[in-house]
């Protein structure tokens, strides 16, 4: 099923959507990429998956999911470029899509559902509007297991993860490639909001693999503090329980990962940078709007 399932542009024509994301390593740090990948073929005519050269059995794993939607792009990865190499690798993949519109996932993403169809509706709906260049999703950062999530605003509470593909627009990863760019003066993008929902499991991971994450960081961003004596899952303002329902093809393998005794979040502690989380929280909460936040994109 592609987005011709869910209908065609009012005008009658279909319009084609490529998904793209990249992985590499996905069994050692433990992500959900089938999960991932899965959760956009609904939206999308194909997947193009970049999977780096791994050290386990990750190409194996994106080609057993079987569907012939999916294309795999085997690449050598970089890793000497740090945190700047998942930026072009995702260009990499960005470029290798056939379709004018793409649907971004990270591998440690899955979009849920309940999305797919609006997700869907918005792209017919924008493509003949040219100052629509990417539809943002809304995100839910799951922390230290399944039933918590992460939601002061260090934790973005929306990103693009639906851009055009037209070259001539020349959007692109920007950063670690967290959301998306135009042209090399990084004007931000033109995005509508959309009630598509984004699960983010990277800090809801197993012990394990979020000791693995440690030490790719310490490749990746060897600026930051790689203190040893640092939690894992140091107590962050705004943990909050959550009780909805996740995606479902995501269920197996969180049931497979709920029991983790090592996977636990630090006692809490005060931090006095911790006021500004906790002050503009409460602006939030009374206004709606996010002070300070960081955005990607300008919504039109």
Known sequence: MGLADFGQHKDGAVVKVSGFTIVR????LDFPVEASIRSILPVCDEVVVN???SDDETLDLVRAIGDPRIRVLETEWDMTRRNTVLGQETLRAMRACAHPWGVYIQADEVLHERGAEELAQAIRTHDGDAKVEGLLVRYLHFYGGFDTIATHRRWYRREVRVVRLDPA???RPYQGAQGFRVGPDHRKIRARLTGAEMFHYGWARPARALREKRELGKTMYPWRDADERRPLLAWVPG???FTGTHPVVA???????????????APRRFR???????LSGVIE???GIR????RNYEIV
Do not use: C, M, S
């Not at 390593?25 to 050692?28: F, G, P, Q, V």
């Not at 197996?252 to 979040?265: A, F, L, T």
């Open 285 to 287: 909460r009374l206004t």
């Open 251 to 265: 269920q197996r393998w969180i049931d497979e990962r709920k029991d983790d005794p090592e996977r636990v979040i």
């Open 291 to 294: 002070v300070f936040e960081f």
């Open 169 to 171: 627009l020349d959007i």
């Open 239 to 241: 943990i909050q329980p």
């Open 51 to 53: 999977v780096g050269r």
């Open 25 to 28: 390593n996905a069994i050692i």
């Open 272 to 278: 006095w940078r911790f006021l500004r989380y906790h």
